[in-house]
């Protein structure tokens, strides 16, 4: 019993024992886990205290049941929110339709990998980074959730992207050439137009010089570029801006030269006197080019046509000198070009430095009204014509001033002068030429009205005006007096000009009347029709060359249509009309698409043909009111009257199927033309729009066409 009792007291002693130990390692245990809430008091005020420092952006621990345990941070504060009251959300309470997401990337986390990912919460860009928080016994029990705003940063890398976008389109769709040279000269990049306009492409550019003698560059008068002189080399050798020198570069591709306007530009980064490169933009002016010869080449033309009218021509400016004439001018006048150009009228005309008040041509010129004045200089007399000319404000510029020699027809009437005075039955001869000098006279009389009131008058110059008759033929314009009837009486006289017989003039008798052995007709009256053909002559030869001068300032000379400043011209009177009686009025702009194909592949020759087949394909389905230009390039522009835009877009939309529905033959080739047609309309209650803004209208709708994929017509509306 003894040891039994022993053996119970040692086994209480050793529970004892057992429970002492469980207590020390619990209160060693409650120190530790003091020691860590304080650790971790300490650290989540630490945490707190970064996250609240950390600017846009806040801090979370997330527990393992993927609720929130601590938040805290600068971003709270600014969307006026308290961090308290997040604590214990779970993830749909925060995220709602985006949870799945967190889920994941917050269970990758738990499973200890770090996640970096962005998320757009209430229009605001957040980069989410989470770490797992691992505790000593190498457990994760929290992960540490860092949020970032990056809303400015993303609309920062938008607008950048966005510029840098911008950029990239124009530099790629610009219709000037780009090329970037490094410091040692060399090209370094380039951009689509400058591979089309030196026919190169970009690694064909790259690492070539201005000393690279495959330039073949010229100037203007075709002597040899140099290359230590291009804009690049110059540019480069300074360090200066070097503009608007114009070079001629080899094509090989068109086996001919392209002309350039090119402008060097060095480049610095901030703060450096030392550019890191330069860059050189280039316009192609290879047309205007062949455009400004066009011109010179009209020019000589009408030079050598103003040289080749038989009447002597000046023209004198608002301050009375002469700035050119022409030869028959010169030899009129006994002086020489020198010394006829820059002088006044009166210095030639009365031989005198003061101003003749008194003068017919200064008087007829200051009138502003056309006008003849005949004198006497240096024993021969001139017949002057003079023509004011006005500019758009209709302020008096300058005049023309067309001098014939009327010296032989003022010794003729002189004599038939005197013939009427011995035979009283001339003075109806006398009446009918002068009736005819009086039309010429008359302000703003037209070329028919003159041919209609001379054929008017022929009878009352012959000796039985009762019966006589009269016709005048000018090429295919025929003017007849009241009651003309052909018989067999007939006298006639040819209307020559320059050599060429242009028309001619007729007269009849209704009946026989024979003048003892002259037959039907006096000698006389003879004489009288052909005076009066010399006279129609002259006045012919006269509006001829008037309308060639015409023609050459308002018509296109390769279409023959009007040309654009004649249009506008033409149009602001239409406009004008159109607002005054409230009436329709529609404009189309077309040109032809792919145009510049046809050029590249058949010449600029075939493609002028080709101009000139549109042209008149197009005025098959136009009116004869409507205005019709040329635009320029292979731009033209149609001006509608008394059309609303339902009517003109059916105009558009005829042009448009007889395109499709022909093809052009030009020497052996065919090819399929389509347009691109823009269309606007005036309404009848808008009193302010202008003609600018109507065209302006009608070529936006044009480029939406060809935005849209060509061959179709745009409307143009307001957005």
Same mark, same amino acid.
Request: proline share 3%; net charge negative.
């Given at each position: 019993?003894?040891?039994d009792g022993?053996?119970?007291?040692?086994g209480?002693?050793?529970?004892?024992?057992?429970l002492?130990?469980?207590?020390?390692?619990?209160?060693?245990?409650?120190?530790?886990?003091?020691?860590?809430?304080?650790?971790?008091?300490?650290?989540?005020a630490?945490?707190?205290e970064?996250?609240?420092?950390?600017?846009?952006?806040?801090?979370?621990?997330?527990?393992?049941?993927?609720?929130?345990?601590?938040t805290?941070?600068?971003?709270?504060k600014k969307? &006026?929110?308290?961090? !308290?009251?997040?604590?214990? +959300? /779970? =993830?749909? *309470?925060?995220?709602?339709?985006?949870?799945?997401?967190? $889920?994941?990337?917050?269970?990758?986390?738990?499973?200890?990998?770090?996640?970096?990912?962005?998320?757009?919460?209430?229009?605001?860009?957040?980069?989410?980074?989470?770490?797992?928080?691992?505790?000593e016994?190498?457990?994760?029990e929290?992960?540490?959730?860092?949020?970032?705003?990056?809303t400015?940063?993303?609309q920062?890398?938008i607008?950048l992207?966005?510029?840098?976008?911008?950029?990239?389109?124009?530099?790629?769709t610009?219709?000037?050439?780009?090329?970037y040279?490094?410091?040692?000269?060399?090209?370094?990049?380039? &951009?689509?137009?400058? !591979?089309?306009?030196?026919g +190169? /492409? =970009?690694? *064909?550019?790259?690492?070539?010089?201005?000393?690279?003698? $495959?330039?073949?560059?010229?100037?203007?008068d075709?002597?040899?570029?140099?290359g230590?002189?291009?804009?690049?080399?110059?540019?480069?050798?300074?360090?200066?801006?070097?503009?608007?020198?114009?070079?001629?570069?080899?094509?090989?591709?068109?086996?001919?030269?392209?002309?350039?306007?090119?402008?060097?530009?060095?480049?610095?980064?901030?703060?450096?006197?030392?550019?890191?490169?330069?860059?050189?933009t280039?316009?192609?002016?290879?047309?205007?080019?062949?455009a400004?010869?066009?011109?010179?080449?009209?020019?000589?033309?009408?030079?050598?046509?103003?040289?080749?009218?038989?009447?002597?021509?000046?023209?004198?400016?608002?301050q009375?000198?002469?700035?050119r004439?022409?030869?028959?001018?010169t030899e009129?006048?006994?002086?020489?070009?020198?010394e006829?150009?820059?002088?006044?009228?009166?210095?030639?005309?009365?031989?005198?430095?003061?101003r003749?008040?008194?003068?017919?041509?200064l008087?007829?010129?200051?009138?502003?009204?056309?006008?003849?004045?005949?004198?006497l200089?240096?024993?021969?007399?001139?017949?002057?014509?003079?023509?004011?000319?006005?500019?758009?404000?209709?302020?008096?510029?300058?005049?023309?001033?067309v001098?014939?020699?009327?010296?032989?027809?003022?010794?003729?009437d002189?004599?038939?002068q005197?013939?009427?005075?011995?035979?009283?039955?001339?003075v109806?001869?006398?009446?009918?030429?002068?009736?005819?000098?009086?039309?010429?006279?008359?302000?703003?009389?037209?070329?028919?009205?003159?041919?209609?009131?001379?054929?008017d008058?022929?009878p009352?110059?012959?000796?039985?005006?009762?019966?006589?008759?009269?016709?005048?033929?000018?090429?295919?314009?025929?003017?007849?007096?009241?009651?003309?009837?052909?018989?067999?009486?007939?006298?006639?006289?040819?209307?020559?000009?320059?050599?060429?017989q242009?028309?001619?003039?007729e007269?009849?008798?209704?009946?026989e009347k024979?003048?003892?052995?002259?037959?039907p007709?006096?000698?006389?009256?003879?004489?009288?029709?052909?005076?009066?053909?010399?006279?129609?002559?002259?006045?012919?030869?006269?509006?001829q060359?008037?309308?060639?001068?015409?023609?050459?300032?308002?018509?296109?000379?390769?279409?023959?249509?009007?040309?654009?400043?004649?249009?506008?011209?033409?149009?602001?009177?239409?406009?004008?009309?159109?607002?005054?009686?409230?009436?329709?009025?529609s404009?189309?702009?077309?040109?032809?698409?792919?145009?510049?194909?046809?050029n590249d592949?058949?010449?600029?020759?075939?493609?002028?043909?080709?101009?000139?087949?549109?042209?008149?394909?197009?005025q098959?389905?136009l009116?004869q009111v409507?205005?019709?230009?040329?635009f320029?390039?292979?731009?033209?522009?149609?001006?509608?009257?008394?059309?609303?835009s339902?009517?003109?877009?059916?105009?558009?939309?005829?042009?448009?199927?007889?395109?499709?529905?022909?093809?052009?033959?030009?020497?052996?080739?065919?090819?399929?033309v389509?347009?691109?047609v823009?269309?606007?309309?005036?309404?009848?209650?808008?009193?302010?729009i202008t003609?600018?803004?109507?065209v302006?209208?009608a070529?936006?709708?044009?480029?939406?066409?060809?935005?849209?994929?060509?061959?179709?017509?745009?409307?143009?509306?307001?957005?």
């Amino acid at each position: 019993m003894k040891m039994d009792g022993q053996r119970v007291g040692d086994g209480v002693n050793n529970e004892l024992e057992y429970l002492h130990q469980r207590v020390l390692e619990l209160e060693h245990a409650q120190a530790k886990w003091k020691e860590k809430e304080r650790t971790l008091q300490a650290s989540e005020a630490l945490l707190r205290e970064i996250a609240v420092n950390y600017p846009n952006s806040y801090m979370s621990i997330i527990k393992k049941d993927l609720t929130v345990g601590f938040t805290s941070g600068q971003e709270f504060k600014k969307l &006026n929110l308290n961090p !308290e009251d997040f604590i214990g +959300l /779970t =993830l749909e *309470q925060v995220f709602r339709e985006q949870t799945p997401i967190v $889920r994941e990337y917050y269970l990758r986390t738990f499973s200890g990998e770090e996640v970096l990912f962005e998320l757009f919460i209430d229009e605001q860009h957040q980069l989410y980074k989470t770490t797992p928080l691992i505790n000593e016994a190498g457990e994760i029990e929290h992960i540490l959730v860092v949020v970032e705003n990056i809303t400015d940063r993303k609309q920062t890398d938008i607008a950048l992207r966005e510029s840098e976008e911008r950029y990239r389109t124009l530099f790629e769709t610009m219709a000037q050439g780009v090329v970037y040279h490094s410091p040692d000269g060399k090209i370094i990049s380039g &951009n689509p137009a400058a !591979e089309r306009i030196l026919g +190169l /492409t =970009l690694n *064909q550019l790259q690492g070539r010089t201005s000393m690279d003698p $495959r330039w073949r560059a010229i100037h203007e008068d075709g002597t040899d570029f140099p290359g230590e002189t291009h804009p690049g080399a110059i540019t480069l050798k300074t360090g200066k801006p070097v503009r608007d020198v114009v070079m001629g570069v080899f094509h090989s591709k068109e086996n001919d030269y392209r002309w350039i306007n090119i402008n060097s530009i060095p480049q610095f980064l901030n703060g450096d006197d030392k550019f890191y490169q330069v860059y050189a933009t280039f316009e192609d002016i290879t047309e205007r080019k062949r455009a400004e010869a066009q011109v010179e080449r009209v020019a000589q033309e009408w030079r050598i046509t103003f040289d080749a009218i038989s009447d002597g021509i000046f023209l004198m400016d608002a301050q009375y000198q002469i700035i050119r004439c022409n030869q028959v001018a010169t030899e009129m006048l006994g002086e020489s070009f020198e010394e006829i150009l820059g002088r006044r009228c009166w210095e030639l005309i009365h031989n005198t430095t003061e101003r003749v008040k008194s003068c017919p041509l200064l008087q007829l010129k200051d009138s502003g009204v056309r006008g003849e004045e005949a004198l006497l200089l240096k024993g021969r007399w001139l017949n002057i014509c003079i023509d004011p000319i006005f500019d758009e404000a209709g302020s008096l510029i300058g005049s023309v001033h067309v001098m014939t020699d009327v010296t032989e027809k003022k010794q003729a009437d002189e004599i038939l002068q005197q013939r009427t005075y011995e035979l009283s039955e001339r003075v109806k001869e006398l009446n009918c030429l002068y009736g005819i000098s009086a039309l010429l006279e008359r302000p703003a009389i037209t070329f028919d009205e003159i041919l209609q009131g001379a054929v008017d008058l022929l009878p009352s110059g012959w000796q039985y005006p009762e019966i006589t008759c009269g016709r005048i033929t000018y090429y295919d314009r025929i003017f007849l007096s009241e009651g003309f009837e052909e018989t067999q009486w007939q006298q006639s006289c040819r209307i020559v000009v320059n050599g060429e017989q242009v028309g001619l003039v007729e007269i009849y008798l209704l009946e026989e009347k024979p003048e003892l052995d002259e037959g039907p007709f006096l000698k006389d009256e003879r004489n009288l029709i052909n005076a009066i053909a010399q006279r129609l002559g002259r006045v012919i030869e006269r509006e001829q060359a008037k309308n060639e001068l015409t023609k050459l300032a308002t018509t296109d000379p390769l279409t023959g249509l009007f040309n654009r400043r004649y249009f506008f011209e033409f149009a602001e009177k239409e406009l004008e009309r159109s607002r005054r009686y409230e009436h329709p009025l529609s404009c189309i702009m077309f040109d032809l698409d792919f145009f510049k194909d046809v050029n590249d592949s058949y010449g600029h020759i075939f493609g002028d043909q080709v101009l000139i087949e549109v042209v008149r394909l197009c005025q098959l389905s136009l009116r004869q009111v409507d205005i019709f230009a040329r635009f320029g390039g292979d731009e033209f522009i149609i001006l509608l009257p008394e059309t609303n835009s339902s009517n003109a877009q059916q105009v558009a939309k005829r042009l448009q199927e007889s395109f499709e529905k022909t093809k052009i033959e030009i020497t052996s080739h065919k090819i399929m033309v389509t347009l691109s047609v823009g269309l606007a309309s005036a309404l009848v209650d808008e009193d302010e729009i202008t003609l600018d803004t109507l065209v302006a209208h009608a070529d936006q709708a044009l480029y939406q066409s060809k935005r849209r994929g060509r061959n179709q017509t745009s409307v143009w509306k307001q957005e």
